[in-house]
């Protein structure tokens, strides 16, 4: 497939292939390894779905399948591991555009899989929440899914502990959240934006959650029926309240933990946006050490910084390996999708002096296909890298580009 045209700028990074997943925009992917091949699985943005790609020549990607989803729902966000699927259904907020319609109805929950035809996933169980679905989950193979659920009585996105054992009856053995969450339980009074947004992330007994508006929190998960809390760390004020914190990717080996923002508002009309570095070496008072450099406009661009551009600018999702094989893993190194500014790749190997090796800044789009963002430029949504180094990466607009880092020296 050939590239778009129009400029792109890049430091230390390589187009490699272009996917255009037949003009449907993906947003999480997923990468499954079977023998010999590489298989990359996007769940679309716009079009409810999920595509699978024959990548083990990533230079010339083979388009195998298009997987409908439910209609009416949002089927955003996929995991792989043992074999198994995981992919969320959720019902989409009104104040999404297009707007859902209501009489409609839609699915919630999320689905699993089995991938021993890579193909052909043969779907195996539902899990339900009893509201309005799951957002970002984690899964790293076993037992257990770390769900970001929506039940009925509750405001905003909390943790739940999912086991698929036996996958045709998942069970949801615990559930944590702020207090202030439960209205049905008779709670309220909590800060607006106050949800696990971006997903658990697991390590050994702990989880790492960034709750937006709630915060950064570490939890104690040794008994899953009982989570408990271990320290915390808030972000707003002064970054907005608004998925504050998207994503918390634990290093545990260095004792620290990658956190960054969600840029929601179009021309940077809100706070400013953040990525950076927290100490866990004391996890019951985690302390923010050090922040990444503010993407710069590339030499020669027709904008003298990314406010300029339009559309959205800011950070949104980081690359993670979560023990995958599958994945690429290099803890000096962070990859790190920032919308308009594109692909941002940080060298944190000195935690206290983050540094910007690498970037790639696609071409806006040529063609409009979702009404987002209100000026049609470039939006990079998510980024996922194999192990053998090729990065994906999806835009609002664009199809998939793959890339690869290729350091000067």
């Not at 790492?208 to 915060?215: D, E, H, V």
């Not at 998207?246 to 940077?268: D, G, M, R, W, Y």
């Not at 094989?325 to 290099?330: G, T, V």
Request: proline content about 11%.
């Amino acid at each position: 497939m050939e590239f778009p045209p129009g400029e792109s700028w890049s430091r230390n990074v390589e187009a490699v292939a272009y996917l255009d997943l037949g003009g449907k925009p993906g947003f999480k992917m997923a990468l499954h390894r079977a023998g010999a091949r590489w298989y990359f699985y996007v769940a679309h943005l716009w079009e409810p779905g999920w595509s699978i790609v024959d990548v083990t020549d990533a230079a010339r990607p083979r388009f195998v399948r298009f997987i409908p989803g439910p209609p009416n729902t949002w089927t955003l966000q996929i995991q792989i591991a043992d074999g198994r699927m995981i992919t969320a259904l959720e019902k989409i907020p009104p104040i999404w555009s297009p707007p859902p319609d209501p009489a409609r109805g839609n699915e919630e929950g999320f689905l699993i899989w089995d991938l021993a035809d890579p193909e052909n996933p043969r779907r195996l169980g539902h899990y339900r929440t009893g509201g309005d679905g799951t957002h970002r989950n984690y899964y790293a193979g076993g037992r257990y899914v770390h769900a970001t659920v929506l039940p009925a009585g509750f405001d905003g996105h909390i943790y739940a502990i999912v086991d698929i054992g036996d996958p045709a009856k998942p069970v949801e053995v615990s559930r944590w959240w702020r207090k202030g969450q439960w209205t049905a339980g008779g709670e309220g009074g909590v800060p607006f934006g106050t949800m696990l947004h971006g997903g658990a992330y697991v390590a050994g007994d702990r989880a790492y959650l960034p709750y937006s508006a709630g915060g950064f929190v570490i939890l104690d998960i040794s008994d899953v029926r009982q989570p408990r809390l271990v320290g915390d760390l808030p972000f707003s004020p002064p970054f907005q309240s608004f998925i504050a914190v998207h994503t918390a990717q634990p290093l545990p080996e260095k004792k620290i933990v990658v956190v960054n923002s969600e840029a929601i508002a179009e021309n940077c009309e809100e706070p400013l946006g953040y990525a950076g570095l927290v100490d866990v070496s004391d996890e019951t008072k985690p302390r923010l050490m050090s922040l990444f450099p503010l993407p710069a406009p590339p030499p020669g661009a027709p904008f003298k910084n990314f406010c300029q551009r339009g559309g959205r600018f800011g950070p949104h999702n980081q690359h993670q390996h979560q023990f995958q094989d599958a994945l690429y893993r290099n803890d000096d190194l962070v990859f790190l999708t920032y919308f308009n500014a594109g692909l941002r790749i940080v060298d944190i190997s000195d935690p206290l002096l983050p540094r910007e090796v690498g970037y790639f800044v696609p071409p806006d789009p040529g063609v409009r296909r979702a009404p987002q963002p209100k000026t049609l430029v470039a939006q990079s949504e998510d980024v996922v890298v194999d192990a053998r180094g090729f990065i994906y990466v999806t835009d609002k607009n664009h199809g998939v580009y793959v890339l690869r880092y290729r350091p000067a020296g």
